[in-house]
């Protein structure tokens, strides 16, 4: 009898578990150009925490985890830009050869996922998205590219592991392009409400028509310091894309500061030149992900945080964009430029 009770009431609070936890989901969907959250427009405002993952103190424990996404959400993010391959070696903060959430076979690795699963379940309750990126050419470079065949058992795993958070979405790469369609039809034969999305290739690289076509909303990486004032440069990408695909289009990581190293300047950069951008790509209806130096190196160098966490207070030249970015109601258009919600 009381194992039966006992049966009962772990059943009981499972199922309480559950109705709980799909009472706080925040489903993020699309109209138009507009991204919206349970039905309602969506500021789509992000920040590159790439090692999110792998990072220990993100993960010390779930108050601690709490604390800085509650950071992020003061300086006005509510998007973090995740990658699920950080097995690269270009020494980036906490990059190491088990940094990756797939197995050689493209099975799953069961401490990455259960971080990712608590990450958005932690950014769901704060009415955060995740957008994470399940390749990037960082790691096939690194000679650490899965086969086909293993590709397609990931991301058929991930697909299916993630179907119940909703406030996800997945860029297949972070600038490639290889495979995609087969991706992106394989997601959607498992889950076809999860949008996806795709980085086509390095800066100034805006797609292929076929490809912008078919994907639910555009994340470039647009012009940067190579071509000029990329603050008057990339609005217009980004405009331009709005207007031919009639989708939402995110500025997914322009030109930053730091490390002339993998596409950073040659020549420095001011904090409003960040600003400006932002402000622009706000003004044609675009969306941002703000990039950034805080990851490009290792621990001990001056533009990694000690905790290797991109925390907006570290560094003044990244406080003084965040500061920016959380004052978005003030700047940026009230109703999207490109959409009327109806």
């Known amino acids: 009898m009381k194992k039966n009770l006992s049966s009962i009431l772990l059943s009981l609070c499972l199922l309480l578990s559950a109705a709980a936890y799909a009472q706080n989901q925040n489903e993020l969907t699309i109209s138009n150009t507009t991204f919206l959250r349970n039905g ?3 500021h789509y405002t ?23 996404l509650d950071k992020f959400d003061k300086y006005g993010i509510n998007v973090l830009r995740v990658w699920a391959q950080w097995n690269n070696t270009r020494g980036f903060v906490d990059a190491a050869p088990d940094a ?18 608590a990450l958005l379940t932690d950014a769901d309750s704060k009415g955060m998205v995740i957008q994470l990126v399940l390749f990037s050419h960082e790691t096939s470079e690194a000679n650490n590219k899965l086969t086909a065949k293993s590709s397609d058992r990931a991301v058929a795993n991930i697909t299916q592991e993630l179907k119940p958070y909703r406030n996800l979405v997945f860029q297949i790469w972070n600038e490639s392009s290889e495979r995609v369609e ?31 076509h078919m994907l639910d909303f555009l994340t470039p990486h647009t012009t940067r310091q190579f071509a000029g004032k990329h603050w008057e440069i990339a609005p217009k990408e980004i405009a331009y ?25 040659h020549d420095g950069s001011s904090p409003y030149d960040h600003i400006l951008q932002i402000y622009q790509v706000w003004q044609q209806g675009g969306y941002m992900v703000y990039h950034h ?21 570290f560094n003044p030249y990244h406080k003084q964009v965040l ?20």
Do not use: C
């Not at 992000?46 to 800085?68: C, E, M, T, V």
């Not at 709005?242 to 993998?262: F, S």
């Open 40 to 42: 309602q427009p969506f």
């Open 323 to 342: 500061e920016f970015i959380a004052m978005q109601p003030r700047y940026r258009p009230e109703v999207e430029k490109h959409e009327r919600v109806e």
């Open 100 to 117: 990756t959430l797939y197995a050689s076979n493209g099975e799953l690795r069961q401490q990455p996922l259960e971080r990712l699963k």
């Open 293 to 313: 130096d805080m990851f490009q190196k290792d621990y001990g160098h001056p533009s990694i945080s000690p905790s290797g966490i991109p925390d907006p207070e």
């Open 182 to 212: 087969d991706y992106y039809k394989a997601i959607k034969k498992i889950d076809p409400k999860r949008l996806v999305t795709n980085s086509p290739g390095p800066g100034g690289d805006l797609g292929d028509q076929n490809q912008n």
């Open 241 to 265: 894309l709005l207007e031919r695909y009639k989708k939402p289009v995110v500025d997914d990581e322009p030109a930053r500061n730091g490390t002339p190293d993998y596409g950073g300047p």
């Open 46 to 68: 992000g920040i590159g925490f790439f090692n999110a993952l792998y990072n220990p103190a993100f993960h010390k424990s779930a108050q601690d985890r709490n604390q800085w």
